[in-house]
């Protein structure tokens, strides 16, 4: 009997979710639950076909100290970008419950969110208590920066300080006001911090975001500290590392691995502005990880002081009820030392050793066919280390969030 590939067997699992009729894009931020009690189901897929010269998306990072394992070369052929399936439930109208199930491509399932919330009025604004797992917040501009955006790729800067996005099991407390001039947002958080730049092992990561804004500009400014201890990533002379979604546990095996100790700070922050219109909109986003602590490997130790910095600029324009024409460029810098013994050889094993900052431009051209349903035109070109690559792509984008709806 053949065997089915794993592309082939993520999209088979897509479509027969579909025809069941589940499940809603999972927006970061957005409130997930139903306006009134009741049910409420939807479902959402990216697809594309794209060409480039090389490898694409790029294997690494030159510089950056990630978990090591690349993304899958995506020339060539359909390629399933991203689906969703999600189910929320208004119980009362303070309390209800959601989950989103996510897919990538050659990827099985997994949960990107399942949570109880809790909304309720108060002085000056509106609270929300939420407990569970969800895609952490950062801000809109940064939040929206992944799936279903206008662009195929995460930015480069994301990429490197989270390995795409945070998805972590905790709590959060926010107060918000969204129509207020100066601060409209409080979000207070405490999650498991699990998942990269964190580890298996270490306490749990705070979180803090402020929102502020005056009429048609938003601002968002974020902060959380990880402590991972005994992080692993795969080490870079080895090779190509096998596709994972973990992080390495540094006390089961040191081998093939480099491994920090410390303490990991992330910072982020963006800037949004929108003209009366609405056919005008300019963003911008930079983010920040600093990591102190000790860098070892079978063959060594050395401190580690370590920055990445980097940050993107998105302009949009909605030339036509149905066409949007939107472009990004996009900065990255690392900056690592290492001070101790062997440092030559875990440079050379972290990857340090071809740090370089990285650039990228993208251009995409959007036409919206009906609500929900779009397709983009892109091309886009990065380049750093040496090393230049271009990409061109056709891309679906389709969205339903309310397939279905369940009204007591």
Known sequence: MPT??????????LAAALLAGAAQAHEAGADPLPEDPGWRVGAAAAVFAADAGRRWPAATLPGVLQRGSPPEDQRGGLTLEHATLDAAARFTPHFGAAAAVGWHDGDG???????LHLRWAGHGGEYALQLGRDTVRLGGVIDGAGHYDRFIQTPLAK?????????????????????????????AGLWRGRVFPGAEHGPAVPSLRLHLGWGHVDAQLSAARFQPDARGSAAATVGAPAHTHGTLDCRASLQQRVCFD?????LAASLQWQNDAGDWTLAAAGMLRRERGELYATDGSAGLRSRVTGGWVDAAWRAAPAWTLAGRLERLVPRQKLDGVGTVSLARA???DAADSRHRATAAALWTWRPGLTLALETGREWGAGEHLSQLALRLIWSEPDLKEIRP
């Open 350 to 352: 972290a990857g340090f």
């Open 262 to 266: 410390g303490t990991a700070d992330v």
């Open 4 to 13: 089915r590939s794993p592309r082939t067997d993520a999209l088979c699992a």
């Open 109 to 115: 399932a997994h949960v990107e969110a399942a949570g």
């Open 159 to 187: 990429r490197a300080v989270f390995d795409d996005e945070w998805i972590d099991d905790g709590a959060s407390l926010a107060w918000r006001d969204p129509l207020a001039d100066g601060l409209r947002g409080v979000e």
